[in-house]
């Protein structure tokens, strides 16, 4: 227990510590088509909406221009150029544009498969705004432009987003089933063994598989937070390996028994403890969920709530599941502790 106090510790330092810095200003991590990168004195992430971009298919071009604090930027002017890179040919340019605010936001609609360059320029002197600067053979030059460039590559695909969503899936229910299936194999054996109430061995072994469950959803989910703030990883990692390690606690503790009766006293004590680690802190991550879909989570740098998505309510209703299932098992537990004890005294 101690060691989970320690972790909690030390992750509240790290957001008190770093509550200054900012990231790209996006509602979620791309992994797919996202990139940051210098420009002159900015630093500017780049993301495509949806990720998985497709040809014909209206995209939002997104840029996050900040300062190399994580500040927002105001009054900056901008052009963005399309180029293919099969050609090398400019296939679409947005004037210089004055932005009042650092994060803007383009339509584009890629035309084909494939790969393209998108090239930012932010003006460091006079430009002509509402026009376009002629194409470059080298898309990074400012030769004749008082202005400083990024280039994004991005890809356009129609399959991607499948093998993506289909990994993480693969990631999270084959190690998952495989758990659960170990779990059967031993609850069969020590049902065999202890001649236990079925319903009740079956309820404890269950919620051990959904604890275990809820951490790797929020293994899964915790990348996609990054850009808002790195903290918010930081916790969902951290909150998705305290239920993993409840799971496997309980689980441990389950199989060493409480036959005994020189450990029978023991035996209570921890999965009491194990229990209320469980319950508090799953208490705490829907508590923080109701909060951050309901109002602006501490630090956002949106200033708006999260959103609400499929692997948040798959996660929150697990959680959710998994609170009452603890609550049960602590009730069991006292009950079979008071049965046992009666006998052996």
């Given amino acids: 227990m101690r060691a989970h106090v320690l972790a909690l510790a030390a992750l509240a330092i790290l957001v008190a510590a770093s509550a200054q810095n900012a990231y790209a200003h996006f509602e979620h ?9 210098s420009v002159g004195p900015y630093f500017a992430y780049q993301e495509l909406d949806p990720d998985y971009a497709r040809p014909g298919e209206p995209t939002a071009v997104m840029f996050s221009v900040q300062d190399r604090e994580g500040r927002d ?9 399309v180029y293919s890179g099969h050609t090398g040919e400019r296939i679409a340019a947005f004037p210089w544009t004055r932005q009042d605010v650092g994060d803007f936001s383009l339509t584009y609609t890629f035309p084909d498969l494939g790969s393209y360059q998108l090239v930012l320029s932010v003006a460091t002197g006079d430009v002509n705004v509402n026009q376009v600067d002629p194409p470059r053979a080298t898309l990074s030059s400012t030769l004749n432009c008082e202005c400083d460039r990024a280039i994004y590559n991005v890809s356009i695909s129609n399959n991607f987003g499948a093998i993506w969503s289909a990994t993480i899936a693969v990631a999270v229910f084959v190690p998952l089933s ?15 063994q202890l001649h236990a109430n079925s319903s009740e061995e079956f309820v404890k072994w269950c919620i051990m598989l959904l604890a275990i469950a ?8 915790y990348s996609g937070h990054a850009s808002l703030r790195i903290e918010y990883s930081i916790f969902l990692i951290v909150a998705g390996g305290m239920q993993v390690t409840y799971g496997f606690m309980y689980i441990l503790i389950t199989m060493a028994g409480a036959d005994l009766k020189t450990t029978l006293r023991q035996y209570y004590r921890k999965t009491v403890a194990v229990n209320l680690f469980g319950l508090l802190g799953t208490g705490v991550l829907l508590g923080l969920y109701a909060y951050a879909v309901t109002f602006p989570p501490p630090l956002s740098p949106n200033n708006v709530p999260e959103d609400i998505d499929f692997a948040g309510i798959l996660a929150k209703a697990v959680e959710a599941v998994l609170v009452v299932g603890i609550l049960y098992l602590m009730r069991i537990e006292k009950r079979r502790f008071a049965g046992q004890l009666a006998r052996t005294q």
Avoid: P, S
């Fill in 178 to 192: 495989i758990i659960g299936i170990v779990l059967g194999l031993v609850y069969k054996k020590k049902r065999k």
């Fill in 29 to 37: 991590f791309a992994h797919y088509n996202a990139r940051g990168d």
């Fill in 214 to 221: 809820g951490g790797l959803v929020h293994f899964a989910v």
């Fill in 73 to 81: 930027t105001y009054d900056i002017v901008t052009m963005v150029e």
